[in-house]
């Protein structure tokens, strides 16, 4: 009983009910819930108190991602990719062309996606040709979360017709909602987007959106879009945004949708409807979480 104790069918009080009433209350515990949604907590390594953390699955407390850019008639300059929604852990880089040409590339990171510059990944530029390349040699292991990735041309010989480059990392992964699920993302990258749509993936199994980031490229450009649920490629779709999203060369963010589940087996598709000032490109990334199976 709170606030005393029975011995031998006798009461007695120990004058309590002054304590704690919320378990961040405590002398012990953190001090607040903010930022720590869906974590748990756990006795922390010198043993002196509580903390949130994160789940780590047994056998693997990370999932590895990859993200591809596939360039058609490749550049010098840079082409936007996706921006990180958590911190990663870099594993590997792989790259080829379609012909026998080579193109000479890094990747950058940036704070955001209208900066002039960043910092390369990669220690050392990677040359691409048909026999392909692949690197591990990273500048830092990882990089933070909100970081925008390009990958930068800064070299050619020939007229390379494609180059398909693929970033391979690794995510902490966690126990959400009683489910093991990992967040993921994907990414449309469109040279001198127009007016129409614009196919992505097929989605494996259900996931849940939960933000779309974009911007574009150009001095005063603007791109208004929509996200489409479908059930086949050539079916009409359903707007997943609860209204559409203009970005400029600042970006852009929205975190309403009319539907936050897209169940497996539909296809997304961007419905690009506005454009002003004609861009050079277009960046929209979306991120979901999604089940993960061992």
């Not at 990414?187 to 196919?199: F, K, N, R």
């Not at 707007?239 to 600042?250: A, F, G």
Request: aromatic share 10%.
């Amino acid at each position: 009983m709170l606030g005393g104790f029975y011995v031998s069918n006798s009461y007695y009080s120990t004058g309590g009910g002054g304590g704690a009433s919320t378990f961040t209350e405590l002398t012990d515990t953190p001090t607040s819930y903010t930022d720590h949604g869906e974590k748990i907590v756990k006795v922390k390594a010198d043993e002196s108190g509580l903390e949130f953390a994160e789940v780590s699955i047994i056998g693997s407390s990370t999932e590895e991602l990859s993200f591809s850019w596939v360039i058609d008639s490749p550049a010098t300059g840079y082409i936007p990719g996706l921006r990180l929604w958590r911190s990663v852990y870099w594993k590997r880089i792989d790259a080829y062309v379609v012909d026998l040409t080579s193109v000479t590339f890094n990747i950058e990171q940036r704070v955001s996606p209208d900066t002039t510059t960043g910092d390369y990944i990669l220690a050392t530029n990677l040359v691409a040709d048909q026999d392909g390349v692949s690197s591990t040699n990273f500048v830092d292991t990882s990089s933070a979360e909100g970081t925008y990735l390009f990958v930068h041309i800064t070299g050619m010989s020939g007229a390379p017709s494609t180059l398909v480059v693929q970033l391979v990392y690794e995510v902490p992964a966690r126990m959400l909602s009683g489910n093991l699920e990992v967040f993921d993302s994907y990414t449309w990258s469109i040279v001198d987007p127009q007016v129409m749509g614009y196919p992505g993936p097929r989605v494996e199994d259900d996931i849940t959106l939960l933000r779309v980031d974009g911007f574009c490229i150009g001095s005063t450009s603007t791109t208004s879009f929509n996200i489409e649920s479908r059930v086949s490629p050539d079916s009409t779709g359903a707007d997943l945004l609860i209204s559409e999203l203009t970005v400029t060369p600042s970006g852009g963010s929205l975190t309403d949708f009319s539907a936050s589940t897209v169940s497996g087996g539909s296809w997304l598709w961007l419905d690009v409807s506005q454009v002003t000032a004609s861009p050079t490109r277009l960046g929209v990334t979306l991120k979901y979480k999604k089940p993960i199976h061992y």
